[in-house]
Nanobody, 124 residues
Framework: QVELVESGGGLVQAGGSLRLSCAAS????????IGWFRQAPGKEREFVAA????????FYAYFVEGRFTISRDNAKNTVYLQMNSLKPEDTAVYYC?????????????????WGQGTQVTVSS
């Protein structure tokens, strides 16, 4: 089983950038797909992006396509979410999660429980 801890959130103006990190512990990290999700106040948690075990395949929700980039460094047991051209509607708590593959993450299926997440606030 893999345990994940999110970090890197903060307050940024619209149009700005942030890079989130998802640090993993556990022997299976390098074989897991990792996804980023977010939950805004009063809304359901939604899928944002995912990367497969090798980093060679990625998938994005339509509302972040072209603005966000997911990547991973298996040597550092870390997955990143580079967020550019941020909008106020990107304001949310961001979470990462692991699964066998990207298809599962897109269906909001993942291993274990949600972590604490990291708050991203975009001001207009």
């Amino acid at each position: 089983q893999v345990e994940l801890v999110e970090s890197g959130g903060g307050l940024v103006q619209a149009g700005g950038s942030l890079r989130l990190s998802c640090a993993a512990s556990g022997r299976t990290f390098a074989t897991n797909a990792i996804g980023w999700f977010r939950q805004a106040p009063g809304k359901e948690r939604e899928f944002v992006a995912a990367v497969n075990w090798s980093g060679g395949t990625t998938f994005y929700a339509y509302f972040v396509e072209g603005r966000f980039t997911i990547s991973r460094d298996n040597a550092k047991n870390t997955v990143y979410l580079q967020m550019n051209s941020l909008k106020p509607e990107d304001t949310a708590v961001y979470y990462c999660a692991a699964a066998n593959g990207i298809a599962e993450l897109r269906l909001n299926k993942h291993f274990g429980s949600w972590g604490q997440g990291t708050q991203v606030t975009v001001s207009s």
